[in-house]
């Protein structure tokens, strides 16, 4: 199967919305401020191909994938705890803690699969593209387990 349907398939099954596709048109998502529903966007894969495996054949593609886990952000929202004591819930406990659990679950399902993930490297994002979501932008290397 290929990758991108792959992704595609186990996303879905997660019950996520999912995108695919350029940066600039990811920019067009447009969120009905549905707080509850996460957004998986895709940005094109980058696929390494070997010439030859060290016996001889073709050896294993490695795909470069990088994704975003988003939810809809409220713009007014603090980042964490910054406004009016440290008792206010920021956007870092009501949006990226949750979504760090549900990114779990994905990265589960990836190491169940028949792709050998190598690296996995996150970085938080807040109020990202023109519907203001906040979330997490992973990258990582997939391989086929053969």
């Known amino acids: 199967m290929d990758i991108v349907e792959y992704i595609e398939t186990e996303v879905l099954e997660l019950q ?5 596709g350029n940066l600039a048109n990811q920019n067009l998502i447009e969120s009905q401020k549905d707080f509850d529903k996460i957004y998986f966007i895709l940005d094109p ?13 073709d050896g ?3 795909y470069t994938v990088r994704f975003m886990l988003l939810v809809q952000s409220d713009l007014d929202g603090v980042y964490f705890k910054q406004r009016d004591g ?3 819930e920021g956007k870092y406990e009501k949006n990226i803690l949750p979504l ?13 699969s ?6 996995w490297r ?12 906040d979330g997490l932008i992973v990258t990582t290397s997939l391989r086929i387990n053969e």
């Not at 894969?45 to 054949?57: A, L, R």
């Not at 760090?100 to 169940?112: G, I, M, S, T």
């Not at 028949?114 to 690296?119: A, L, S, V």
């Open 114 to 119: 028949d792709y050998e993930r190598t690296g």
């Open 16 to 20: 996520w919305f999912f995108s695919y």
């Open 60 to 62: 294993d593609n490695v």
């Open 86 to 88: 440290f008792d206010k």
């Open 100 to 112: 760090k659990a549900e990114l779990k679950r994905f990265k589960d399902v990836l190491d169940c």
């Open 45 to 57: 894969i980058i696929t390494d191909e070997p010439d030859v495996s060290e016996f001889g054949g």
């Open 122 to 133: 996150i970085v938080e994002a807040i109020d990202i593209k023109d519907a203001n979501f």
